[in-house]
């Protein structure tokens, strides 16, 4: 049986890295080796908080990039100049999406490149769960702006407030937010339980596989 606080839910909105995938994981220790080459104590946790805090520049970035009309000639170089990505998923999540793709509606909502996010979905024997992937590219401007999340809404013809936005960072929650969604904070990724609670999120879960006993009590 659906929640209470969900019953509205129909369609499930989830981020992909920290979220679904942990490659930001893979950031943050390459950071780490780095920091520790130099004798700096508590690597890990210096490279977590200066990766987070990252994000929003650079997903303005790519909005700038793209408002200028300039992402078909500088993405492709960026991403040429890039090592291929692993795309390890979390545990469970798998088996988690299948369940939930059972009630639900589900997209992606990602500042990944679509053909990433679609790397990732194929990868892992996800293909047919999710219905719509918005990428960097599907908006103008990208979370914690509202577009990516209205944008879904409008594809999928559902109802900002029956769409539950799933993550792990305060750009996702805000996001749902301001687009009149609602959100699901993750601790798998880099959001921590104050942030996301103070970005608004109406529950925290330690992780994302925690999501079907959270909706399907």
Known sequence: MVADDFKEVKALLFDLDGTLMDTDDQAVERLAKVFKCFGISSPLHISRRLVMAAETPVNGLIALIDGLGLDNLLLPLWRSRKKKA??????????MLQALSESYRLAVVTTRGADEAEMFISENGLSGIFELIVSRTSTRRLKPHPEPVLFASGKMAVSPSACLMVGDTTQDVLSAK??????????????TRNELARAGAVAIIDNTIQLTSLLMR
């Not at 692993?86 to 088996?95: K, L, M, N």
């Open 86 to 95: 692993v795309f390890r998923i979390i545990p469970g999540a798998a088996e």
């Open 178 to 191: 301001r687009a009149g969604a609602r959100a699901v904070g993750v601790l798998c990724g880099f959001g």
